[in-house]
C-alpha cells in the first residue's frame, strides 16, 4: 500500500511534471549557485566588518540598521539568484 505522501505526490507529478534538465542547463546552475554564493559571503563579510565597528562605538541604532540592511541585501541576492535559475530551466 503507498502511504498519503506517495499518492499526493503522485498526483502533484500527473497535474505539473518535473522538467528534465539538460547538462548544460545543470552546469550553468552550479556555476550560478557558485557565484551567488559569493556574492552573500562577500556582503556578509563586509557588513559584519561594519557591524562590529559600530558596535565598538556603541551605535546601536547603526548596528540595527546594518543588521537590517544585511538581510535586505541576502533575500535580494538570492531572489536574484532564483530568478537567473528559473531563466536557464525555462532556456
Not at 1 to 21: D, G, I, T
Not at 52 to 61: F, L, R
Amino acid at each position: 500500500m503507498k502511504s498519503a505522501y506517495e499518492l499526493a505526490m503522485e498526483r502533484l507529478q500527473k497535474q505539473s511534471p518535473a522538467a528534465k534538465l539538460t547538462a548544460d542547463q545543470k552546469a550553468k546552475i552550479a556555476e550560478l549557485d557558485s557565484v551567488y554564493k559569493a556574492k552573500k559571503a562577500e556582503r556578509q563579510l563586509f557588513l559584519q566588518g561594519e557591524i562590529a565597528k559600530a558596535e565598538a562605538q556603541g551605535d546601536h541604532v547603526g548596528v540595527d540598521e546594518l543588521k537590517q540592511q544585511l538581510s535586505r541585501d541576502l533575500r535580494r541576492i538570492d531572489e536574484e539568484l532564483e530568478s537567473k535559475k528559473e531563466k536557464v530551466r525555462q532556456s
